[in-house]
């Protein structure tokens, strides 16, 4: 079995348009048109790749073949699987990659491609009830805060970006998305456009926070900006929309470069800002 991020080609019968490939290709346009988010989208494909591979190395080529037997068996060899550093799947990734195949095999058999659905009785793993691995003190992060070098635009930028993650919680995502139209000053609230679930919300922001975005907004925005302008509250040095993976290394740069000696990046502000809420009551 691949490890997570490999990118294993497609297998199957591609010219067969009964084979589980194909199927499978059909279920991912299917989450496409009906409007479900990208991430989704993409970690479902995924996780159908691996079970059709995992099903072809076994003669396993239609969704007809596949029985409740062969999915308990694909469970047990997800069990046991070890990546390469020696350790198993999470109890979480396994579950993931069994409630997408629960949802695949469903809506093959809504659509009358297979009698019935093998996977309707598949027990998932047990979630795991975990509690976050690093939170930041009230001290520390100010203590992260302090980093950024103020004298430097983007300095500055990621300040106002740290200050808005520790004063609203929001995801990686979901700070990036943010337009300059969803900040009210006079309300003191962000409102976060198709978040988790694809959902809109409207969420409080500090007043500190607000200082040190209008402090960006006038200070470093009107530099950053190439017209035509797209409206994104924070740009990157191009004028443009900051990609995630850019966010986390710059969270996760701060956090190293602050030695409060906590692992982390974008989350860890999420599960500090909501810790120090329960703990100020």
């Known amino acids: 079995m691949p490890k997570k991020g490999d990118k294993k080609p497609l297998v199957g019968d591609l010219d067969d348009p009964e084979s589980l490939v194909v199927w499978a290709r059909r279920y991912v346009e299917h989450l496409r048109v ?12 995924g996780r159908l790749q ?6 072809h190395d076994r003669g396993i080529a239609r969704p007809q073949e596949v029985s409740k037997a062969i999915l308990e068996a694909y469970q047990r060899t997800l069990f046991y699987f070890r990546k390469h550093n020696g350790k198993p799947l999470s109890f979480s990734a396994q579950r993931q ?15 009358n491609v297979i009698n019935a659905n093998p996977a309707s009785e598949l027990e998932l793993p047990r979630a795991e009830k975990r509690l976050p691995r690093a939170i930041l003190s009230e001290r520390e992060a100010e203590q ?3 980093v950024p070098d103020l004298s430097d635009p983007i300095g500055l930028r990621d300040r106002a970006m740290i200050e808005v993650l520790y004063s609203t919680g929001l995801r990686r ?3 990036a998305n943010l337009d300059l139209v969803d900040l ?10 198709l978040g988790k679930g694809r959902k809109d919300r409207i969420v409080p922001i500090g007043e500190r926070a607000l200082l040190w975005v209008h402090r960006y907004l006038d200070e470093v925005r009107p530099w950053l900006v190439v017209p035509p302008d797209d409206g994104f509250l924070f740009l990157d040095d191009q004028g443009e929309k900051l990609h ?3 966010i986390t290394q710059l969270m996760r740069r701060y956090l190293l470069a602050s030695k409060v000696g906590k ?5 860890i502000w999420r599960h500090t800002m909501a810790t120090l809420m329960l703990e100020g009551g």
Do not use: C, M, N
């Open 34 to 45: 009906r409007g479900y988010a990208p991430t989704t989208i993409v970690s479902t494909e």
């Open 50 to 55: 691996l079970f059709v591979a995992w099903a």
């Open 97 to 111: 990659r069994v409630q997408s195949l629960r949802t695949f095999f469903r809506w093959l058999a809504k659509g």
């Open 144 to 146: 992260v805060l302090a």
């Open 173 to 175: 995502a979901e700070l």
């Open 184 to 193: 009210d000053t006079d309300r003191g609230t962000l409102t976060v456009r």
């Open 244 to 246: 995630l993976p850019r």
């Open 263 to 267: 692992p982390g990046s974008v989350h």
